[in-house]
């Protein structure tokens, strides 16, 4: 621990060196990369199957952001679930995971693109369970510059990239804890905890529902939540609002849609005759 003091007191003292943010990169990397921990694939309560929903991105205050799509297909006894959203500005951001969900939820793979000037960099991700290999390309918006990185994940099994909302449809009352993988590009595993906050009404046209309210809260710990909090990056809270008839239903996300991004709203939307 006096190791660590002493260095963290030559990073933040005026007269630091000029390796000084390489050294505060490389102690990033001890603390916040920990391994695998104990994993509990969650266990399936309602099987997906194939399923097409118009989606709408607003902000929290209910500005207009973007439509998307929500597509889930069957292939070869997996799911293939897309999402797209495409903005005004010509941006595009497209999240594939194909699962598995023979008794339990396990993601198999996980692809991720962000393209166009809503982003400060085009980003595409390939996440794979086997061979457990990762491939993060990047391209600065300044200069075009590409940047590969890739490498090798020892993925537990409960990892749920791009599939948030499909668990919240499966938790008990007492919620679960799973993990992310978020890309800053380097690959972090993070925590999370999904927890029930209560319930609200929402209405069916002139239907009463009972929406559960869930809360995805990463749990970084606090070595991780003090650099998280120094560099600005300190993921917050996400929620998700899932009606529990006898087959549960999504009908609100708020969160951000991106590692580093805004807190959006994800609502469902039904489709109009133009006039």
Known sequence: MNKINGHLTRLFTKERSPWAAHGLLVLLTVLLWSGPLAAAPVPVRFVEGSAHGFLVLRTVNGDLIAPGDLVQ???????????????????????????????????QSYHLVQRGPLFTEDTEVW???????????????????????????DLPSDVYNGMELTVAKNLRDAGEI??????????????????????????????????IHYVFQPE??????????????????????IVTDTVPAFVRFDGPLYTTGPVWRIELISPSWPE
């Open 73 to 107: 297909v069957i292939r070869g006894g997996e799911v293939e679930s897309r999402l797209v959203f495409h903005f005004k500005d010509g941006s595009m951001f497209d999240e594939t995971v194909v699962f598995s969900q023979d008794k339990v939820f396990v993601m």
């Open 127 to 153: 996440l794979e369970r086997a061979p457990g290999k990762y491939r993060v390309k990047t391209n600065a918006r300044k200069d075009g510059l590409e940047k590969i990185l890739e490498g090798a994940l």
């Open 178 to 211: 799973v993990h992310v993988v978020a890309f800053t590009p380097k690959p972090l595993l993070i925590q999370v905890k999904l927890a029930p906050a209560g319930e609200h009404k929402v209405m069916v046209g002139d239907l009463e529902k009972t929406a």
């Open 220 to 241: 970084l710990g606090k070595w991780r939540e003090f650099f998280a909090t120094l560099l600005g990056r300190m993921p917050p809270d996400a929620h998700a609002w």
